[in-house]
């Protein structure tokens, strides 16, 4: 364990390719701090000089990697704009050495991140960085190390940009996260789908099924991101598998007889599932708690009562149902009991997704022949459509709940689906990875 040598916080944090320390060090800023209010409109991104991080000539393409994920991610936001080091008036020589304000000050930086990269070893990295406000001259709360796995490095920058947004924005964090979706391939009559899982900003992405003629869809990571949910029909009707990343190892649950199981969701502890049942005829949504393989129903009707999402807190689910003779979304204890329909706008509502803060719910809406992504209040008032195509569905929220990643479908023979992701703030849409649909995106890594 690392140890600060001014007895300050420290903790550890697990990587997937080792381990990775943090460290606090330093002291906090005096004053008001620099802060951008992320739910309002953004009329100029911040200015935020990232000169290169000081380090060794064999660190040195590193380094220089590890700066430009972090400028990525910023800038990626549309709240931070990262000046031309071209501009610069000051040179970082030595982590240490006192900020010349005025030279920052001179092109416009309103914040200012400085980094010294080592190794102390062939396989081990550490990044210490300081944020400063230029404005008020001081240091932007505390100093931070990290050390972990030189193959991990990217993790190491999403960390870094990760605090840097946390404490100008004030708003959680969420670049050091991942997403499963369904990659697919070939004609659209002919088309193949496998599980894929990647960094949040496309990278390190892994197969986690073989190419193979059944279909998978619907992944869900568990709260702690080591394992997923998904709709297999390796066994020729839908069935629900539970998937351990790391190891690869699947279970299928929910083994009785006849039925067709489908549309799964972890609930917030990890222990319990639920998901939707077909049976004679019949679609409900059932609870199973893993360990036990004990079920129970959670509705009874002759509708079609689906695509079931827990509240971040456990209590509550929304979920899809055609009950009112078209699709809308309803909610009710978790354990079952009285539904409570939430949407009464027009068209029809489905894949409702609760928020992680617990106060908005994504769904998708189709009206007129046109797919919407949308958010509403978790009663169903305020109810505001993000887009608007030929086909948007499967919304999921980043671990923030700033940014919606979902799947927009082209029509015609040669039909594709693609991941975008939007800013429920500014509206910023963007395209994430072509020919995949179905995402799912973690929790914030541990």
Known sequence: MIKSNIGSLHSKVSLSLGVLFILFFGTFAEGKPLKIEVNKGIKEP???SIPSFISDIDLRELSENITAIITDDLVGTGLFKVTERVNHLSVITNFDNPIDYSAWNAIGSRALLTGELSSNGTTSITVKFRLFDVLSEKPFKEGLKLTGPKKG?????HKIADE?????TGDHKYFDSRIAFVAEEGSKGNRTKRLVIMDYDGANQAFLTERSDF???SPKFSPNGSKLLYTSYETGSPRICLLDIRSRKKIFLDNEPGNMSFSPSFSPNGRDVVFSVTSRSNTDIYRLNIASNARSRLTSSISIDTAPSFSPDGSRLVFESDRSGMQQLYVMPSNGGNAKRISFG???????VWSPDQKLIAFTKRNKGRFHIGIMN????NERLLTSSFLDESPSWSPNGRVIIFSRSTPGSGSSSTLYSIDIATGSLKPIRASSSDPSWSNLLN
């Open 46 to 48: 911040l200015n935020v």
């Open 153 to 157: 490095w990217r993790r190491i920058a």
């Open 164 to 168: 840097v947004y946390a404490r100008i």
């Open 215 to 217: 279909i998978v869809l």
């Open 346 to 352: 027009q068209g029809s509502y489905g894949a409702p």
């Open 378 to 381: 978790i009663d169903g008032s």
